[in-house]
């Protein structure tokens, strides 16, 4: 077990995942905000995958969508999968290491929620991700962990994790060289020191 998955294990016991969710719930929003007006693919039948679901809460929202045929959520961490599994029964759930992990069917949305910059093969988790989109599907990812956001630069010393530090420039590059295009990104919820989360999301 790599140190972030054993330091996420560690809070699902905890229950730090219940403040994870109430923390990340106005970024959330945002994110199926910009999904509904960016694309129609809500609108229609689709299916939705969740890297780094945690204890499921995106999934469920996801599902709580009548044209939602299948939600899948990955996590590294066993007691994050296992409060999922417990709390949903309509959602679907793998524990696994996520950079490991082989894509069992193409999606329609790809979400993931501050779990990105814990990869470290980044190029190859975006290229999967192109290669496993639907055509006109959608890539979208919230961050809170990157260079122009200073109070999350000591988060690998305060929390025991290994960290992938990018500028906002190079996180929509990295989108960029691994096929998307027309890559977009907006910071959201920006108060005094804190820079908000980046959003990023593209379409195949």
């Known amino acids: 077990m790599n140190i972030n998955i054993k330091t996420f294990n560690n809070w699902a016991l905890q229950n730090k995942d219940e403040g994870m969710e109430k923390g990340h719930t106005s970024s959330v929003n945002k994110i199926f905000e910009i999904i509904s007006s960016e694309s129609s693919i809500i609108k229609k039948s689709f299916n939705f995958l969740d890297l780094g679901c945690g204890n499921g809460w995106v999934v469920r929202k996801a599902l709580?969508?009548?044209n939602c045929q299948y939600a899948l959520g990955i996590d590294g961490a066993p007691e994050m999968i296992k409060k999922a599994r417990k709390i949903d029964k309509k959602g679907d759930y793998i524990n696994t290491d996520i950079e490991h992990w082989s894509f069992n069917k193409?999606?329609?949305?790809?979400?993931?929620?501050?779990?990105?910059?814990?990869?470290s093969n980044l190029d190859s988790i975006i290229n999967k991700i192109y290669n496993n989109l639907n055509k006109n599907g959608m890539i979208i990812v919230g961050i809170d962990h990157y260079l122009e956001n200073k109070?999350?630069?000591?988060?690998?010393?305060?929390?025991?994790?290994?960290?992938?530090?990018?500028?906002?420039?190079?996180?929509?590059s990295k989108f960029k060289i691994n096929g998307f295009k027309n890559v977009q990104c907006i910071v959201h919820d920006k108060k005094e020191d804190w820079n908000g989360t980046l959003i990023l999301y593209a379409k195949k």
Request: hydrophobic letters at 40%; glycine letters at 0%; proline letters at 3%.
């Open 64 to 66: 709580n969508n009548k």
């Open 151 to 172: 109070p999350s630069l000591s988060w690998d010393k305060e929390f025991n994790l290994s960290l992938n530090t990018l500028s906002i420039q190079e996180w929509v």
């Open 106 to 119: 193409t999606y329609d949305i790809i979400f993931s929620m501050e779990t990105f910059y814990y990869f």
